[in-house]
Each structure stands twice: as structure tokens, then as C-alpha cells.
């Protein structure tokens, strides 16, 4: 869960790495640094605690250059947050390395290089990689050597970056299970763990598989397999741009990203359906066996995709009548798991690399599945090459930890994949055109839940000084709500929780008192009259409501309830209507708090680590 970024040029590449880190920051932004090789073969080193703009602080005031170098963002998993456990690490005066991921035994291999005589500086796992290629390399081994032994020993999940002063000229890299991608410029290259860092110098990209270990030099590009064997990797050139990954005219990347919705809507649906039907080729050619056997869904993922998945299993059986179950990636890894025939496994992910997800992937792929279908925002990651069918999200890239037009897309992409199951169920075409009509609204509607930003930002202020807040929603509803309490968690840092409005008698009610916000999504739907008897179950134990509710519900002001009016949509596609005033309702909250929106504390991007 760090930001690595590495480069090899005939120019300083200091200006590179830094710009690299700034764009990764979003994975990780507890410590920084930069090790470069300057033109006398020696190691320059320049880390810090806090953000990378403290970085670039340091930088200006003590300058470092280098033709060949690594940088880092750091979210802390071993050791705490301090300077000296900040990356890159070094052993003696040769070897730089930075890591992103677990090295899991790393305990035993430090006890053996203590034994040899080599120091720790930091309580890392990351120092013993150091140590231990600087070891290879004191036997005789050249660097690639060094690293590909290095690395054998190595349990976990991780990105490897390494350069040797005495070897200037290449960075040898190694990716076991986290994102690992190779840029390639003129008369140099570059690698990070992840495109938006290096969209200001390339977009020509080769994307590493699991296991690959690579060299890279100014001209040269050499890549191995897991068993060493030299292979080709394909080239690929991205359609995103560096301002795609800038805040552009807005404050903060989650309000860019939350008014990006109706587009990334709109680019989602395109070419995904023609004549009002859906194209079934969109999942890949397999789609037609696969969706034709398949008599039970099982959707695994994590976070806000968690709450997607949850929200598909409505649309999933009321509209195909398939059975689905979802489930939480990191409790389905560890649980003896009983796959009913016919079962066709969904993973849903933005980054396509959560740590949890995709191994449940893997996990998957050896039980009785028919198969696999992701759901997944980036083309080139682990689980879109993993899976038989893919989905892509078309979101552009999301660079605020808190995921939001990521978690829209992902909700109309389910529709789509709903449609096609429900198709090869005996939907009838009327009917799907009909549907289909609804998801061409899609964008439209939450073009118009947009609108709403400066009401919410007066209704905000009611929610600043609190210290929790409960949501409550029925039907597909009861996810959207989740969402809501989450993203108001996760960037004002107000204790937030979801419940299914029909549980309130069964415990939550104790909380409610006037110092207890109770938020409602109420849509006009078959479900609203049991909705309202749980809101004047609210209003009788004097707790004040903030009420989400479609024009024509009837519902109305009066003391303790405020009605924060939404735009009509359909049912099938309110889920994702909804859900866009819930996020500025949080992101108004943050914003008056105070909080660090895009990078809320303790919290990273991209979850690559158990």
C-alpha cells in the first residue's frame, strides 16, 4: 500500500521521481523518499516523515541528482511512522531498495544477516531485502543475480525495486502478487506501481505478471518469468492523459471525481448497448456459456465494492431470478467454502489488485466454479488478466482515497451484467428495452443530484460538530446507505454506522437521542410506507432526521425532520442517484471539519496487503 516510482535517463531524474511520488501519494503519505546514483558511483539519500510536498521541502534545501534512481511514498505496516523507517533503505554504500507489500519471513532472514554482522537501522521488513541482495552481491553476484536469488526467499506479497551504485546503468525490479508497471520513454525508462505516476513521461506501458522479475536500462527492456525463463511482455499505450490525474479546477480530487459521475456514466454505457439491448460480447467471448449455466452468482469484495456487490444482489435476483450470494474478501479467504453447481465467481475492485480480492480470486479458481467474471477499472491489472469474463468500469483515473465514481460505474456495470444474465433466464426483449431506457437516464439523473451541492453544503453544517451519525435505508437502499455512513467516516472521521431500517427496534434505537443525526434514503418505492413508520419510530425518541426523499414521497418538513429533496429516478436505477448527495453531503462535512480529504489518515488507496 506504497507509491514506488524508479527511473534511469541521461538526464537528473530527481524532478521525475518527485512528480511520480506526488502522483502516488494517494497510496500512501506517512513518510517519503528519494535515492539517487550521482555520476561519481555514489549513493545520494534524502528521506523524511509526512507528506511529499515536505519532501520537496527537504529537496530544495539540500539538492540531490542522479541519472538512475527510486523514490517512495510510504503507508506504514512495519515499523512506525519515523525517518529512519521511511524508504528507500540502504545497505552499506552501494545498495538502495525500496518495497511495497509483506515480506512475511522476513524475521527469520534478519536473524541470519544479524548473524553475519550487518545493522538495522529501521524496524522494517523492507532493510533485510537490502541487506540481504548487498550479501549476493559481496559473494560475486551482479545485481539481477543478487535480486533473483533475493526474491526466492521471499514469502508475501510485494513490489521490488533495487539499484547498486558500482552498477549505475539499471534498476532490477521484481512483483510478487502487488502492481508493478514499466514505463518506457526515449532513451529512458521508468517503473512504478502505477500509471498515473508516470502519465507525465510516457504512455507506453508493460505491466509486469505475477512472479516477473525484469532488468531496466536507459535503452533495454529484459524480462523474466517466475522460473527465469526471458520473456516478452505486450506494450501497451493508455488512453488516460496527465490531466486526467490532476485536480484541475477544484479543491480536492473527491469533488473533481464526484461531478466526473455523469460522464464516467455515460462512458460506462457506451458501447455496451445497442438497439436498447445489451451487448452480451462486452463480458469477453465466453460470456454466452458462461452466463447460460450459471444458476448461482457468488460476488466477493471489499470496502465500497463490498457495498456494490450487496446493492447487485437485489437487482441480481429480482431481475434474473438467479441466487446470489456476497461476501467480504478477507472472511471468504479463511472460511471452508461450499460452491453450489453452476456457481459463476464475480470479484469486483477498482485498483483489480486488492490484496484480499485477488486471492479469493485465486482461491476461487481452484474450486467448482463454472467460472470468472471481474468487475474492475483497470484494464491491466491482476484480476482482469486472472478472469475468463471482464467487465471494465469506464471511471477514468480515481485518485482520492474515497471511492466514489468508481463505486457508481461499478453499480451500472452490474446493471448491464444483470440485464444479460436476466436475458439468458427468459427476459423478454420489450422488457429489456425498457430496463435499458432507465440506465440511459443513468447519467442524466445524477447530472441533476449534482445540482443539490449547495443546499447540502448548508445542511452540512448540522453534522460538523457531531460526533455520530446513523443511516438507514431499506431494500437496495440499505447498501447505498452504508456507503453514505461510509464515505462520511472515512474523511470527517465522524463515527458513522448503516443499518436496514426495519432493524431499528432490534438494538440501534438505544443510540437514538437528539445529539444523534439519523440520515434516510427514501426513494418513492413499494417500501416507502414501512420506511415512514420507521422514521416517526425516530421522531418519537426526539431524534432528528435528515430525510433523502424522492419529490413525489409526500414526505414534508416539520420539526426534528429535515427533507433534503432528490430528482426523481426509476427504482431500478435510484442506487446509483442516490448515492451522489450522500458523497457531498460527507465531502461538506470534511470540508468544514477540516480533515485531509483526499488522504484521509491512517487509510490508503489501493489495498494491497492482507
Not at 502487488?178 to 498515473?196: F, H, Q, T
Not at 485477488?358 to 463454472?370: F, H, M, Q, T, V
Not at 419510530?537 to 414526505?555: P, S
Amino acid at each position: 500500500m506504497c507509491g514506488i516510482v524508479g527511473a534511469v535517463a541521461e538526464r537528473n531524474i530527481v524532478p521525475i521521481l518527485v512528480e511520480g511520488l506526488r502522483r502516488l501519494e494517494y497510496r500512501g503519505y506517512d513518510s517519503a523518499g528519494v535515492a539517487v546514483v550521482d555520476n561519481e558511483k555514489k549513493l545520494g539519500l534524502c528521506r523524511t516523515t509526512g507528506k511529499v510536498a515536505e519532501l520537496e521541502e527537504k529537496l530544495q534545501a539540500s539538492p540531490l541528482r542522479g541519472r538512475i534512481g527510486v523514490a517512495h511514498t510510504r503507508w506504514a505496516t512495519h515499523g512506525g511512522v519515523t525517518e529512519q523507517n521511511a524508504h528507500p533503505h540502504l545497505s552499506g554504500d552501494r545498495v538502495a531498495v525500496i518495497h511495497n507489500g509483506i515480506i512475511e519471513n522476513y524475521l527469520g532472514i534478519k536473524n541470519e544477516l544479524l548473524e553475519k554482522g550487518y545493522e538495522f537501522q529501521s524496524e522494517t521488513d523492507t532493510e533485510v531485502a537490502a541487506h540481504l541482495v548487498y550479501d549476493y552481491l559481496q559473494q560475486g553476484d551482479d545485481l539481477l543475480e543478487a535480486v533473483g536469488k533475493a526474491v526466492k526467499r521471499f514469502e508475501g506479497a510485494y513490489a521490488l525495486l533495487v539499484v547498486d551504485a558500482q552498477d549505475p546503468d539499471r534498476i532490477v525490479v521484481s512483483r510478487v502478487a502487488s502492481p508493478l508497471v514499466i514505463g518506457l520513454g526515449l532513451g529512458e525508462n521508468y517503473v512504478a506501481s502505477g500509471a498515473p505516476a508516470l502519465l507525465p513521461v510516457t504512455q507506453r506501458f508493460i505491466y509486469l505478471e505475477q512472479g516477473d522479475l525484469a532488468e531496466i536500462t536507459r535503452e533495454t527492456v529484459r524480462i523474466f518469468d517466475s522460473e527465469g525463463v526471458s520473456v516478452k511482455r505486450e506494450v501497451h499505450e493508455t488512453q488516460w492523459d496527465s490531466e486526467a490525474a490532476e485536480k484541475g479546477p477544484y479543491r480536492h480530487f473527491m469533488l473533481k471525481e464526484i461531478n466526473e459521475q455523469p460522464a464516467a456514466l455515460a462512458d460506462t454505457l457506451y458501447g455496451r448497448v445497442k438497439n436498447h439491448q445489451v451487448v452480451p460480447q462486452s463480458l469477453g467471448p465466453r460470456a454466452a456459456d458462461l452466463l447460460d449455466r450459471a444458476e448461482h452468482i457468488h460476488i466477493v469484495a471489499c470496502g465500497t465494492s463490498y457495498h456494490a456487490g450487496c446493492i447487485g444482489k437485489y437487482w441480481i435476483e429480482a431481475l434474473s431470478g438467479v441466487p446470489c450470494q456476497v461476501e467480504i474478501a478477507s472472511e471468504y479467504r479463511y472460511r471452508h467454502v461450499v460452491v453450489p453447481d453452476n456457481t459463476l465467481f464475480v470479484t469486483l475492485s477498482q485498483s483489480g489488485e486488492t490484496a484480499d480480492t485477488l486471492e479469493a480470486l485465486r482461491i476461487a479458481k481452484e474450486l467448482n466454479y463454472i467460472g470468472s467474471l471481474t468487475i474492475c477499472n483497470s484494464a491491466h491489472s491482476s484480476m482482469v488478466r486472472e478472469s475468463d469474463l471482464v467487465m471494465m468500469t469506464q471511471a477514468g483515473p480515481e485518485i482520492g482515497v474515497a471511492s466514489t465514481k468508481a463505486f457508481t460505474t461499478q453499480l451500472l456495470s452490474i446493471l448491464l451484467v444483470t440485464l444479460m444474465l436476466a436475458r439468458h433466464r427468459g427476459m423478454t426483449v420489450d422488457k429489456e428495452k425498457e430496463l435499458v431506457s432507465h440506465l440511459y437516464h443513468a447519467a442524466a439523473a445524477s447530472e441533476k443530484a449534482l445540482s443539490m451541492n449547495d443546499h447540502l453544503v448548508e445542511v452540512a453544517e448540522d453534522f460538523a460538530e457531531k460526533h455520530h451519525t446513523l443511516f438507514l435505508g431499506r431494500g437496495p437502499m440499505w447498501p447505498v446507505a452504508m456507503e453514505g455512513a461510509l464515505k462520511l467516516k472515512e474523511i470527517s472521521y465522524i463515527h458513522a454506522e448503516a443499518y436496514a431500517a426495519g432493524e431499528l427496534k432490534h438494538g440501534p434505537l438505544a443510540l437514538i437521542d437528539e445529539d444523534m443525526p439519523v440520515v434516510v434514503v427514501a426513494p418513492n418505492n413499494e417500501l416507502l410506507d414501512k420506511l415512514k413508520s420507521n422514521m416517526q419510530v425516530v421522531r418519537a425518541r426526539g431524534g432528528q432526521l435528515y430525510v433523502f426523499a424522492d419529490r413525489e414521497t409526500g414526505i414534508m418538513d416539520e420539526p426534528g425532520l429535515k427533507v433534503i429533496p432528490m430528482p426523481h429516478a426509476d427504482r431500478l436505477i435510484a442506487p446509483i442517484v442516490y448515492t451522489v448527495p450522500l458523497q457531498l453531503l460527507a465531502y461538506h462535512v470534511a470540508v468544514l471539519k477540516g480533515t485531509d480529504i483526499d488522504q484521509p489518515r491512517n487509510l490508503a488507496k489501493s489495498v494491497t496487503v492482507e
